[in-house]
């Protein structure tokens, strides 16, 4: 069971913005852990999208954005794309478990 | 390239040991952490531990800890997940990733390079 808690999945139509909100606690984005998050296309491995809260790795659209706020953290997409279909995965550490989680995932459809 | 490269799908009987491994090439090997995470069919990303490769030392997830493995060779740049005693909610894909910092200044950093994956299937 994560600790991190993402909504399922979220959709929206070409063009739109959508966003993505992974819940933690005082454990482990609360106490200032960073988030990162993670895009996984169907059959694929995981492909960071953002790392340390809201900075993009070299090639990945300005499209993606990522912030955070206490205990929660979001992924924002704007102008959204067919390609964006995929699974998304927030990550941060966790100091009570003292190791790395993942959040639940959520599934994006573009309608 | 700064690519990983694993190991070929693996079919196992309940209670036997699997041994992934994980080749670095393009990069220095013992600069950074090493993780492993798995996929079961269908669903999440589940975190299994990290090792450092200069120094040998690791950190297993609590739900792992006492069946899983992880070594290295430095001499061939590749790292090893060993999990025994297999059960059938094991079956996933194992992937290996590089965590992004070097190890002198690494901060609980992200994973910026995934292995390709290997399946993993228990099955009697």
């Known amino acids: 069971q994560s600790v991190l808690t993402q909504p399922p999945s979220v959709s929206g139509a070409p063009g739109q913005r959508v966003t993505i909100s992974c819940t933690g606690s005082?454990?482990?984005?609360?106490?200032?852990?960073?988030v990162h998050w993670y895009q996984q296309l169907p059959g694929t491995a995981p492909k960071l999208l953002i790392y340390?809260?809201?900075n993009r790795p070299s090639g990945v659209p300005d499209r993606f954005s990522g912030s955070k706020s206490g205990t929660s953290a979001s992924l924002a997409i704007t102008g959204l794309q067919a390609e964006d279909e995929a699974d998304y995965y927030c990550q941060s550490y966790d100091s009570s478990l003292s190791g790395r989680v993942f959040g639940t995932g959520t599934k994006v459809t573009v309608l | 390239q700064v690519q990983l490269v694993q190991s070929g799908a693996e079919v196992k009987k309940p209670g036997a040991s699997v041994k992934v491994s994980c080749k670095a090439p393009g990069y220095t090997f013992t600069d950074y952490y090493m993780h492993w995470v798995r996929q079961a069919p269908g669903q999440g990303l589940e975190w299994m531990g990290w090792i450092n490769p200069n120094s040998g030392d690791t950190k297993y997830a609590q739900k792992f800890q006492g069946r899983v493995t992880m070594t290295r060779d430095t001499s061939i740049n590749t790292s090893y997940m060993d999990l025994s005693s297999l059960r059938s909610d094991d079956t996933a894909v194992y992937y290996c990733?590089?965590?992004?910092?070097?190890?002198?200044?690494?901060?609980?950093?992200?994973?910026?390079?995934w292995g390709q994956g290997t399946m993993v299937t228990v099955s009697s």
């Open positions: 005082s454990s482990n984005i609360g106490a200032g852990y960073h």
């Open positions: 990733a590089r965590e992004m910092g070097i190890i002198e200044v690494a901060a609980y950093d992200a994973f910026d390079i």
């Open positions: 340390g809260n809201n």
